[in-house]
């Protein structure tokens, strides 16, 4: 905006009117426009202006220069509160004193300066005192203004530990001098002369003078909060929270009020209600007789509103209990504020919705509905409860007495990335035999499964284990994707931890642990804990899938399926499952509306022996007669799940890995029988299977041989997995089931790829649905998963009829980033803001996002009823699934443990629509 | 086309006009297009009629019937016939007889059926042989038309060799019988009885009679041709050839014309000049008294027009003289035809644009333009010189004797894939090391390098040696891109070699070759012999490069240089070479307009040990030291560069592969002795090196940690390439040089990423240029290889002030699909028609053309003059570069040989569009 028009910067408040209001948060930054709201809805506020985060801007864009209009909207303001609160700044007699508080648009609590009492001069300071009537509170305000002037403003800040903290160290000494233990044992005169040695020591230090002038104070005060902005703790809190470096702060200066004038006095935070459970009713922390930053500074332990306020203040808390109803009323959600109470009257500093656990965010939104405050369609909103935070209800948890202890007693091992939310303890377990073994033996063994890595080999081992620690990987790496995909706890990548396979040890730092030592992993904080942590599962699983709690026996779970009733009512995306037969039950009780995703090397993985064989045979004779064998298998797991799914539409995936990942040098070295093994089941030479392993190498297996490529040139492949789903629909179709399978050929990039495969596969559903005469509705589609599947969609839909976007893979060749190589870097693109998010969570939604839209148009402008899916891990992540729903996407598709969270993230961008 | 609308399916010529023309060849095919147009120009042509492409279309459409209206407009095409060529089809008296052969749109030669002599029967058998006056003639007329009708129409053809030769083995019994030794030595009653025991035969075989109805045969015919569109050959050669199969094949029956009716007779195939090396002169091959199958059928050895024809038959001689010069008058071009001499006078029977050589094809549309017959604009159009055929202008070639006499005398050993043209002989080398100790024994030594398949580890060994022949890989394997790149003759994927590096052995069935024997490879053909067979440079580059033949001396070179200059005249697409240093001079001579693209990282392949110590370290400041030690390496590489480029612009791209291509487990087992030297020169323990090679391996190295992701986070690298580039730059320029240097980031799929390289890169230009005292110009821009980065164009195009795209990396990306495993089924797809063209030797226009196509449109969408190159070997070829000055680069760059054939390419495009 162009400075010539005038533009307006100062927005004033006070006496029960404001220039701004709530919805002017990116201009005001939060606290200013919440400000201006309370002075609105006729709160006490005290009288105040905020200068615009457009000032900021111009700020950074013009060498830490105002815009010249500023200084005479400052002086109207300031004209203002002199006005209101009947006092003047820089008054001998009658002195008005400042805060001046940065507020960006989203919270960004102890980021930024403050500097309070602004204007105190040694003048003023005499004024105050008499004023107050108390000369040591006027003493300890001038010299706590000179502390924080000199340490913002002024650069005297200890920026590191073994950094000077001058006013410090000055006052630790008087206290030792004076024989004073706390503060406030010092008396006027030794505040005054720590006033005076404060200042000598900002001479000395920075070569200048305290400003005695009020209005340079606020001037020095004002550049340095807006400097504060750019700060580096600044700067790392908005790139770990997504904020633009672009929004800047708004600043407000505000008339000071204060808790330290005597017990009549007081400060502190409160929540409207608890946001850690979400049960009803006031409740925070106060000091009697105490400045705002006592309270956060934790010197003196402040007691709780809910409990001791009534006496210690009674007219207080009254009044702080009308002011919490008339919030949540006005605001229709939870406050988090602060206060400051002046010879009994409370004044309102800070009013903003308040932050919650997911468990707190269930209730507190239901509640609300029950109270009448919100709607249901309200209660969806995305800010009431974000999606992932559901998680909380559904994953096992640590005992949290239990946890504390376990933080205090020296059990805390090393954090890492927290892969899979939940909590898990079990005995060291290295290798996935081992945890075979060990459950063979006693079914009931508690594991935790700790690995450098892990591969597909390890997957039994995995669902075996209680829960999953790795020292490599990040969080797209082949465990982290598998323990969500199982719902299990899981950290990876904690690379403190130095694991010896030979030794069977874990060592950190000093501390050894062996095999079958107990281990505890926060997966939902990354904390990885010696010992044995007791957990506890999550009441709606426990009511969902144990059902070792009955429905009506568990309020949390009644208010889950209130939630979810209202989510249902209101999401227009569907959401399926990615689960092969063992988790299928599962997800239903989750919500899976259909399978999106069944990977039928799952399966494979099962029948090692019979795959491989099919692999070493080199005829398509000696192929077929190692496929017939896995036939069976592969159609007895359809039919179980075909049956838990009803008449759900299931969608099967043809083989899609390269086969390597069946037979490779790996399984060979791990196994070193395995190779004569294999040579007497085939009856061919050592040689013949070493050369074989030898061809099936490749340099990016990820770019080569798999997916359809490999049922195009083994069809035999094709069409044995194409009759085990079709005798498996027949069989369950007679029991009287409707059955839908939906067949999908994995990897296709040209329409001939999938036509030759859909040839096959529509060949044998007719065959076998003729020798079993019965009819079975069926669908025959692709994932696209590679960019140029996306571009030629229009190609591919004129025969395919539905579409599943495979964003793990579309991710990989879109950004030519392969996930199990990306750790080389992107730790530092992240760092660095190259890239603002990992793009294996949330969809890339420039790139790969695109690439989705051009398939999606490309699709049906070829076939205007294609239905289209997603069933990449993004389908589980609520930015993701917001994007799936905005480009038109019939369903999402993610692991069981998912998909309330995806369900709820449908019914949040619907609702934000309508 | 609706059969309802009666629509013409029948297209009759005769008597100098026709209802078709030249133009129709889609609907006409080829042949019949041709035959109406002779008709039309006033050419002896036996009148006939075409049966269209649609109805062979319809054919397939309908279950082998054909439309309604077909019967009624070949009966007026017959009338037609029997009216200029007064005869009567089935007379007795004056008979009729047809031919019909197939004509598709392209000529498929030998790949369908024909058939003569339709129309004859016991009855006008014996009219013919009284009009002919010759009884034999008549009845081995017959006999030949029973023949070919019960093999094409009544499916009793030889398929196999095991097959029963029926009327070839009945034929060679009769003259074994009478004791004639060539069928012309058979009289008429010889014949008469072959002719009984044909039909016999024919009942026997087939359970049906020999059709003796003329209407009859000629539909059967038609049938038979029709179906023959569909048979294995030509569905395989159309494969080949890139001709759909929807095309269809149209059919034309056409009044026989007899070259055998006496020696006064003849019939003869024809070009109206030299098409193997270009020179003028009529010239072609004829047999007196013969059929024209006879010619093909190479019974009797033709005899050559240009030397015996004007005393056999002075008359026809002097007509078909006439009939040339009148054809190449009309069509301005060489034609390559067929004709019969009856009784004295030519009929012409098939006229079409001549095959050549690229070496004919230069020369022949340099003298059209110098006789006047054409525009050397017209000289330009692509279907004159196939651009790829410059080629043979280029690249060395085996002395054709010498290479006949081995291809005779058991040197042939086997044939791979022509993967680099030329041809090359040398002694066996099989390791890279071994090549260049016997380089420095003998700067002449001439050597082969084979290998089982070539890494980046063999690069000093490739520029040694004479030509590179490996046992695996496809055309765009390693070797095979360097080769090219290189120039280098080169043979890949030739599977028959067995080779053994540790017996130092080739083998090949039961041949073994040793390391130090002689082997020749000719990279035109894929062909391998043992032994030496002698080649020679090609003119052109002798001219161009080895300067041993003054321009003035060579009449190719002067063609060459002819049709070049019309190739710069018309083309505005600019070409620029793929090269570094040690090529340079080499692209400027073979007309490169500035360098696309210097890989600096072969330069980096020359310093090992320096590169291997920066990836070692493990402290910015180590990195530093070592690639202090490379700074002046690429320094003198850099200004060696741009003074032979002068003030052409250099482009050249940073660091781009992943560090384990300088340093992995395969270097350190191929080179026991290399950790100890590592690690005795950086002073570490052996186990630091091994650690950091395991923490550089990666899983899918073209989607891992490199490119511009090295330089982000190692950003001293970027600085050092950038340093390096400048100061040779400034030096350059000092020295009077206007040098205009194009800095290149590899593999930015971010704008982000893009920025953070571009900022080191401007920076340190900054600094470099202040130290120096000297300003240069220079571009910072990016490669796009990544789909990403062509989605996301109009981003990066913001900061980047020019694109080259990577159409290497971007196929590999957009179809997932990796040049180094693709092998395991490209294969397949190519023979199964699942893919239409090797999407590395030429762009992928559907999918990765569309990406270009948005990048383009992104790119230039935020910069209206962007520059925009491709840098990917899709660069030098001819239907890429098309696409490419369809979409508006400015240029294309590729390896300094196939510059020549990138400009004609762009010539040709502009040509066309003009």
Same mark, same amino acid.
């Given at each position: 905006m162009s400075t010539a028009t005038g533009t307006k910067y100062v927005y004033f408040f006070g006496d029960g009117k404001a220039d701004g209001n709530a919805t002017m948060k990116p201009l005001l930054g939060g606290k200013g426009a919440n400000l201006a709201e309370m002075n609105n809805i006729g709160l006490p506020v005290p009288a105040g202006f905020t200068v615009t985060t457009e000032v900021c801007t111009y700020f950074y864009d013009n060498d830490h220069t105002y815009p010249p209009e500023l200084k005479e909207q400052v002086a109207e303001a300031m004209q203002g509160i002199e006005r209101v609160m009947g006092a003047e700044f820089g008054s001998t007699t009658n002195p008005l004193l400042l805060s001046c508080r940065s507020g960006a648009r989203e919270s960004m609590p102890g980021m930024m300066d403050t500097i309070l009492n602004i204007g105190l001069n040694d003048e003023t300071v005499e004024a105050l005192a008499k004023q107050a009537g108390n000369e040591a509170f006027a003493w300890d305000s001038y010299r706590r203004l000179i502390q924080m002037y000199g340490e /913002? /403003? *002024?650069? *005297? &800040?200890? $920026?590191? &530990? $073994? =950094? $000077? =903290?001058y006013f410090e160290d000055i006052l630790h000494k008087k206290k030792e001098a004076v024989g004073a233990e706390f503060d406030s044992d010092l008396s006027a005169d030794h505040l005054r002369e720590l006033v005076a040695d404060f200042k000598s020591t900002v001479k000395r230090v920075t070569g200048k003078d305290f400003p005695s002038d009020p209005l340079d104070q606020m001037w020095g005060a004002v550049g340095a909060v807006f400097g504060s902005w750019m700060n580096d703790r600044a700067m790392v809190y908005r790139r770990d929270y997504g904020i633009p470096h672009s929004w800047g702060t708004a600043i407000n200066v505000q008339a000071m009020v204060f808790g330290n004038l005597g017990d009549d006095c007081a400060t502190g935070v409160g929540l409207t209600r608890d946001c850690s459970m979400g049960g009803p009713g006031f409740n925070g922390d106060y000091l009697i007789n105490a400045q705002g930053e006592d309270v956060v500074a934790g010197i003196r332990t402040p007691k709780l509103v809910e409990e001791t306020l009534i006496e210690d203040a009674p007219d207080a808390f009254e009044q702080l209990t009308e002011i919490g109803q008339k919030l949540e009323q006005h605001y229709k959600d939870v406050q988090d504020i602060e206060f400051t109470v002046q010879r009994g009257t409370v004044w309102m500093l800070q009013t903003r919705n308040a932050k919650r656990t997911g468990f707190a965010a269930v209730r507190i939104a239901v509640d609300l509905v029950n109270e009448g405050l919100i709607t249901p369609k309200e209660a969806l909103e995305a800010r009431r409860i974000p999606a992932d935070d559901l998680n909380q209800l559904l994953q096992p948890i640590f005992d949290p007495a239990a946890k504390k202890q376990a933080q205090e007693d020296g059990s805390y091992l090393a954090t890492g990335i927290n892969a899979g939310p939940g909590a898990a303890t079990g005995k060291i377990c290295f290798h996935a035999a081992d945890a075979e073994a060990a459950y063979e033996e006693d079914r009931d063994v508690q594991l935790i499964l700790v690995r450098r890595e892990t591969s597909p080999e390890d997957l039994r081992g995995m669902r075996i284990a209680n829960g999953i620690l790795t020292a490599f990987g990040g969080a797209s790496s082949h465990a982290a994707l598998v323990s969500r995909q199982m719902g299990k706890t899981c950290i990876v990548g904690c690379s403190e931890l130095d694991i010896d396979y030979h030794e069977a040890t874990v060592t950190v730092g000093e501390k050894v642990l062996k095999g079958g030592d107990w281990i505890s992993i926060d997966g939902f904080t990354g904390e990885v804990f010696a010992g044995q942590v007791p957990t506890k599962p999550s009441e709606v699983v426990e009511v969902l899938i144990h059902k070792t709690i009955k429905p009506e026996d568990s309020e949390a779970f009644q208010r889950y399926e209130q939630l979810m009733k209202w989510v249902d009512e209101h999401r227009t995306l569907q959401v399926r499952a990615n689960a092969e037969t063992d988790h299928a039950a599962e997800s239903v009780a989750f919500g899976a509306e259909g399978v999106g995703l069944c990977r039928t090397e799952h399966m494979f993985f099962n029948h090692l022996d019979e795959i491989r064989e099919m692999i070493i045979a080199d005829t398509k004779e000696a192929r077929g007669l190692a496929l017939a064998k896995l036939l069976p298998f592969q159609r007895d797991d359809f039919t179980e799940l075909f049956r838990t799914m009803g008449e759900r539409p299931v969608t099967i995936r043809l083989l899609d890995p390269p086969l390597h990942e069946f037979l490779s040098e790996h399984h060979l070295e791990e196994q070193p029988d395995l190779l004569h093994k294999l040579a007497d089941m085939m009856g061919v030479a050592s040689e013949v299977i070493l050369r074989r392993v030898e061809e099936i190498k490749e340099s990016n297996p990820m770019l080569g041989h798999r997916g359809c490529r490999l049922g195009i040139v083994f069809p035999e492949i094709t069409a044995m997995q194409a009759r085990a789903i079709f005798e498996a629909a027949c069989a369950v179709k007679k029991d009287g089931i409707d059955v839908h399978p939906e067949v999908m050929v994995p990897l296709a990039g040209f329409s001939s790829e999938f036509d030759n495969q859909a040839k096959i596969i529509r060949d044998t559903a007719a065959e076998v649905m003729k020798e079993q005469g019965v009819e079975v509705e069926y669908l025959v589609g692709t994932m696209i998963e590679l960019p140029r599947a996306a571009l030629c969609a229009d190609q591919i839909a004129k025969t395919a009829e539905f579409f599943s976007f495979g964003t793990n893979d579309l991710t990989q060749t879109t950004l030519g980033m392969s996930r199990d190589d990306y750790g080389g870097f992107i730790g530092y693109y992240q760092e660095n803001d190259i890239i603002p998010a990992d793009p294996f969570q949330t969809i890339d939604q420039d790139g790969v996002g695109r690439l989705m839209k051009i398939g999606v148009e490309g699709g049906r402008g070829s076939r205007d009823d294609l239905k289209i899916g997603i069933c990449g891990e993004h389908g589980g992540d609520p930015a993701s699934v917001m994007f799936c729903h905005n480009i038109g996407l019939n369903y999402v598709s993610c692991s069981p443990f998912r998909i309330p969270i995806a369900r709820l993230s449908a019914a949040q961008v619907a609702v934000a629509e309508e």
């Amino acid at each position: 905006m162009s400075t010539a028009t005038g533009t307006k910067y100062v927005y004033f408040f006070g006496d029960g009117k404001a220039d701004g209001n709530a919805t002017m948060k990116p201009l005001l930054g939060g606290k200013g426009a919440n400000l201006a709201e309370m002075n609105n809805i006729g709160l006490p506020v005290p009288a105040g202006f905020t200068v615009t985060t457009e000032v900021c801007t111009y700020f950074y864009d013009n060498d830490h220069t105002y815009p010249p209009e500023l200084k005479e909207q400052v002086a109207e303001a300031m004209q203002g509160i002199e006005r209101v609160m009947g006092a003047e700044f820089g008054s001998t007699t009658n002195p008005l004193l400042l805060s001046c508080r940065s507020g960006a648009r989203e919270s960004m609590p102890g980021m930024m300066d403050t500097i309070l009492n602004i204007g105190l001069n040694d003048e003023t300071v005499e004024a105050l005192a008499k004023q107050a009537g108390n000369e040591a509170f006027a003493w300890d305000s001038y010299r706590r203004l000179i502390q924080m002037y000199g340490e /913002v /403003v *002024m650069g *005297m &800040k200890p $920026e590191n &530990k $073994e =950094d $000077e =903290d001058y006013f410090e160290d000055i006052l630790h000494k008087k206290k030792e001098a004076v024989g004073a233990e706390f503060d406030s044992d010092l008396s006027a005169d030794h505040l005054r002369e720590l006033v005076a040695d404060f200042k000598s020591t900002v001479k000395r230090v920075t070569g200048k003078d305290f400003p005695s002038d009020p209005l340079d104070q606020m001037w020095g005060a004002v550049g340095a909060v807006f400097g504060s902005w750019m700060n580096d703790r600044a700067m790392v809190y908005r790139r770990d929270y997504g904020i633009p470096h672009s929004w800047g702060t708004a600043i407000n200066v505000q008339a000071m009020v204060f808790g330290n004038l005597g017990d009549d006095c007081a400060t502190g935070v409160g929540l409207t209600r608890d946001c850690s459970m979400g049960g009803p009713g006031f409740n925070g922390d106060y000091l009697i007789n105490a400045q705002g930053e006592d309270v956060v500074a934790g010197i003196r332990t402040p007691k709780l509103v809910e409990e001791t306020l009534i006496e210690d203040a009674p007219d207080a808390f009254e009044q702080l209990t009308e002011i919490g109803q008339k919030l949540e009323q006005h605001y229709k959600d939870v406050q988090d504020i602060e206060f400051t109470v002046q010879r009994g009257t409370v004044w309102m500093l800070q009013t903003r919705n308040a932050k919650r656990t997911g468990f707190a965010a269930v209730r507190i939104a239901v509640d609300l509905v029950n109270e009448g405050l919100i709607t249901p369609k309200e209660a969806l909103e995305a800010r009431r409860i974000p999606a992932d935070d559901l998680n909380q209800l559904l994953q096992p948890i640590f005992d949290p007495a239990a946890k504390k202890q376990a933080q205090e007693d020296g059990s805390y091992l090393a954090t890492g990335i927290n892969a899979g939310p939940g909590a898990a303890t079990g005995k060291i377990c290295f290798h996935a035999a081992d945890a075979e073994a060990a459950y063979e033996e006693d079914r009931d063994v508690q594991l935790i499964l700790v690995r450098r890595e892990t591969s597909p080999e390890d997957l039994r081992g995995m669902r075996i284990a209680n829960g999953i620690l790795t020292a490599f990987g990040g969080a797209s790496s082949h465990a982290a994707l598998v323990s969500r995909q199982m719902g299990k706890t899981c950290i990876v990548g904690c690379s403190e931890l130095d694991i010896d396979y030979h030794e069977a040890t874990v060592t950190v730092g000093e501390k050894v642990l062996k095999g079958g030592d107990w281990i505890s992993i926060d997966g939902f904080t990354g904390e990885v804990f010696a010992g044995q942590v007791p957990t506890k599962p999550s009441e709606v699983v426990e009511v969902l899938i144990h059902k070792t709690i009955k429905p009506e026996d568990s309020e949390a779970f009644q208010r889950y399926e209130q939630l979810m009733k209202w989510v249902d009512e209101h999401r227009t995306l569907q959401v399926r499952a990615n689960a092969e037969t063992d988790h299928a039950a599962e997800s239903v009780a989750f919500g899976a509306e259909g399978v999106g995703l069944c990977r039928t090397e799952h399966m494979f993985f099962n029948h090692l022996d019979e795959i491989r064989e099919m692999i070493i045979a080199d005829t398509k004779e000696a192929r077929g007669l190692a496929l017939a064998k896995l036939l069976p298998f592969q159609r007895d797991d359809f039919t179980e799940l075909f049956r838990t799914m009803g008449e759900r539409p299931v969608t099967i995936r043809l083989l899609d890995p390269p086969l390597h990942e069946f037979l490779s040098e790996h399984h060979l070295e791990e196994q070193p029988d395995l190779l004569h093994k294999l040579a007497d089941m085939m009856g061919v030479a050592s040689e013949v299977i070493l050369r074989r392993v030898e061809e099936i190498k490749e340099s990016n297996p990820m770019l080569g041989h798999r997916g359809c490529r490999l049922g195009i040139v083994f069809p035999e492949i094709t069409a044995m997995q194409a009759r085990a789903i079709f005798e498996a629909a027949c069989a369950v179709k007679k029991d009287g089931i409707d059955v839908h399978p939906e067949v999908m050929v994995p990897l296709a990039g040209f329409s001939s790829e999938f036509d030759n495969q859909a040839k096959i596969i529509r060949d044998t559903a007719a065959e076998v649905m003729k020798e079993q005469g019965v009819e079975v509705e069926y669908l025959v589609g692709t994932m696209i998963e590679l960019p140029r599947a996306a571009l030629c969609a229009d190609q591919i839909a004129k025969t395919a009829e539905f579409f599943s976007f495979g964003t793990n893979d579309l991710t990989q060749t879109t950004l030519g980033m392969s996930r199990d190589d990306y750790g080389g870097f992107i730790g530092y693109y992240q760092e660095n803001d190259i890239i603002p998010a990992d793009p294996f969570q949330t969809i890339d939604q420039d790139g790969v996002g695109r690439l989705m839209k051009i398939g999606v148009e490309g699709g049906r402008g070829s076939r205007d009823d294609l239905k289209i899916g997603i069933c990449g891990e993004h389908g589980g992540d609520p930015a993701s699934v917001m994007f799936c729903h905005n480009i038109g996407l019939n369903y999402v598709s993610c692991s069981p443990f998912r998909i309330p969270i995806a369900r709820l993230s449908a019914a949040q961008v619907a609702v934000a629509e309508e």
